[in-house]
């Protein structure tokens, strides 16, 4: 496998046990062909400590230190050979990072007039790859619920949302204050597998969301037109922790939850009824309407 180095700044032990928080590799897709695929070759790495940042590496020969380090053309040409006869060669290389975003802060000037920061203020939960545009753009939200669309090739964020979510009125008798509703933080995020489930250029993020007053909600929301929520799906007694498109159905949708169950939803449908069945760590599976095949 190829050597990462350089993904996290920090070099301080105090943020040592945190440094790498998620990652995503390309599918492969080729920008030039509808019906053929290239080998998967970008990999994005989020940052999990303080530096709050997001590196991309090209796994391929060329990103490595071996070509990049080299003083002649002709002294690359005979590595490149090199490289496709030897399989050992490209298993001993070293990769590091060929764009690394910036933690905005905030004293740091936003990156146009639209307000979009220029990179993260809180570590990087969660990194994900646009299906069908793989070099073009992808998606990545901070624990502090910040979400980013960025342009891969500028590595600049272009869009930014927020996800501001209530789990429910802290006391009954406040139900219509939100000063007394408690905040459910942002835990996971994922896109859809395929470009079936991104149709006509919207991204249906699924946000997975803690369960602060003793549920788990899942939030959809279309990152690239506003953010807003489209609906919500609910069925876990306690936080969301993982999330998970199928990747041959672009409307079935997984979760894990801290209720020990694992639940398959039809995103299409909202609330409780959008849930097709549950897998529970003790019971086993339940559910009229599943369907697995």
């Known amino acids: ?73 002709n002294q690359q040409q005979h590595n490149v050979h090199n490289a496709q006869q030897t399989k050992s060669t490209i298993a001993s290389m070293t990769h590091r990072p060929i764009a690394r975003s910036i933690r905005q802060s905030n004293d740091t000037a936003v990156a146009d007039i639209s307000g979009v920061p220029n990179g993260h203020r809180q570590p990087i939960l969660s990194v994900k790859w646009y299906p069908a545009d793989v070099y073009g753009s992808f998606v990545s939200a901070s624990i502090s619920g910040e979400i980013l669309i ?42 859809p597998k395929t470009p079936e489930g991104c149709p006509h250029g919207s991204a249906l993020l699924a946000l997975g969301l803690g369960g602060g007053d003793g549920r788990g909600v899942i939030q959809l929301c279309d990152a690239f037109h506003g953010g807003s929520a489209t609906h919500e799906l609910i069925g876990h007694t306690g936080g969301v922790n993982g999330l998970e498109w199928d990747p041959q159905h672009p409307f079935r949708l997984a979760s894990a939850g801290e209720d020990c169950t694992v639940r398959l939803w039809d995103i299409r449908k909202a609330g ?8 529970d760590r003790e019971k086993g599976m339940c559910g009229d309407d599943l369907d697995v095949s």
């Open 1 to 73: 496998q190829p050597r990462i180095v350089g993904a996290t700044l920090s070099t301080s032990r105090r943020f040592s046990t945190t440094g790498i928080s998620c990652m995503d590799l390309d599918k492969g897709y080729d920008l030039n062909s509808s019906t053929t695929t290239s080998p998967p070759r970008y990999l994005l790495v989020g940052s999990g400590g303080s530096d709050c940042t997001i590196c991309l590496y090209d796994l391929s020969y060329f990103g490595s230190d071996q070509y990049l380090n080299q003083g002649s053309k």
């Open 272 to 279: 409780a009824s959008a849930c097709l069945g549950v897998l």
């Open 150 to 191: 960025w342009d891969a090739q500028q590595f600049v964020p272009v869009f930014a949302t927020y996800t501001h979510v209530y789990s429910g009125p802290k006391t009954s008798a406040a139900a219509d204050e939100d000063s007394n509703k408690s905040v459910a933080p942002l835990k996971c995020m994922d896109l």
